[in-house]
């Protein structure tokens, strides 16, 4: 070996030494995601966990779409067009029955542990509580959530569920029919009712929850199709996590989570929205999830909602819990139990 060619091989030995080594990264599992209405700051845990990389420490690209209603995100998850999703857990029980108890879509967190359904009525048509709603014009989108839980908090009442006069309205133009006056009320999320508050003073309007008419109703769940749940269960327990993780640290602090909110919808105000997740946390940290956890469910207060909602809705087949919710992939019950 000449002494050019082993100066040669020592440089080329040095210069790989030198070189960083290209470690293989692995592939994110991708899941595509629909949420059941605009973005706001309702949905803030989501939009922590996707911008301070929650997602990616659990091996995964998330991508988040608006929806349209829960009806159409569990209508979207069950024909494969995305993985998760984001919807009312009546409405998924009567999805399921409609498709012969099959667990083609499961609740797999339970975001809201109370639905945040509300009347907000005007206190200048007479409306102070639930009996003085009786004969008002009360404006509603064609199918929504909180319409169609009427009649189990009217049978809690001992009300009629036909004692309301329905007044279709696009969700669009529903703060507008209340201010003009065309309506008496409307149905409305909770936190979604900032709008409104924001054009009529709130001293002015009565805010009824329907969690004060006695009915128990867990709201809006994180949805998993059948195809992620057996081809990818390692995926859905991730999202979950760090679904959780964020949820967690928005209900001590929701600044955060709505900067990351307003990145993705600039025109946003922050305060405004700061506020609107304060409200879903009423709805989210609950004397149940308290005690039992943030994210799961009581198993006898599930099936009273199962129960009431195959009578209600008239459903031919009654789903097995089952098949509707599936704690599987919540973390551990110390993991969720609220500090302080």
């Not at 991708?30 to 706001?40: C, Q």
């Not at 509580?129 to 189990?152: C, N, Q």
């Not at 508050?197 to 949805?223: C, H, M, T, W």
């Not at 704690?327 to 551990?332: G, H």
């Amino acid at each position: 070996m000449t002494s050019l060619l082993r100066r040669k091989l020592l440089q080329g030995g040095l210069a790989a030494l030198a070189a960083p080594a290209v470690i293989a990264q692995p592939s994110l599992s991708k899941i595509r995601f629909t949420l059941d209405f605009r973005i706001s700051g309702q949905m803030a845990p989501f939009f922590l966990a996707l911008g301070k990389g929650y997602y990616r420490e659990e091996g995964l690209d998330v991508n988040f779409d608006v929806g349209s209603g829960s009806v159409a995100s569990i209508t979207r998850v069950a024909s494969g067009a995305y993985d998760m999703g984001f919807g009312d857990v009546s409405s998924l029980m009567e999805f399921v029955a409609q498709n012969d108890g099959r667990p083609t879509v499961q609740a797999v967190y339970q975001y809201y542990n109370r639905a945040p359904f509300a009347i907000i009525g005007r206190r200048d048509r007479g409306i102070a509580d639930f009996k003085s709603l009786a004969g008002k014009r009360i404006a509603a989108a064609a199918v929504e959530s909180t319409k169609r839980a009427w009649p189990m908090a009217a049978r809690k009442l001992g009300m009629p569920a036909d004692s309301l006069q329905w007044v279709t309205t696009d969700f669009s133009a529903r703060d507008n029919v209340v201010v003009r006056g065309d309506v008496d009320g409307a149905t409305y999320f909770h936190d979604s009712a900032l709008s409104l508050f924001q054009r009529i003073k709130p001293a002015e309007l009565a805010v009824l929850p329907f969690a004060d008419s006695g009915v128990v109703l867990y709201g809006n769940a994180v949805l998993a199709g059948s195809k992620i749940v057996s081809e990818n269960p390692k995926a859905v327990a991730g999202f979950v996590r760090a679904t959780h993780r964020a949820m967690l640290e928005c209900l001590i602090d929701p600044a955060p989570a709505v900067a990351f909110v307003k990145q993705r919808e600039p025109l946003l105000d922050e305060a405004t929205e700061i506020e609107r997740f304060r409200i879903t946390a009423q709805y989210v940290a609950t004397a149940e999830s308290r005690a039992n956890g943030i994210g799961d469910v009581v198993a006898a207060n599930f099936q009273q909602q199962l129960d009431e909602v195959a009578e209600v809705f008239a459903l031919k087949v009654r789903p097995r819990a089952e098949a509707v919710w599936n704690p599987a992939f919540l973390p551990p019950r110390a993991q969720r139990l609220l500090r302080g």
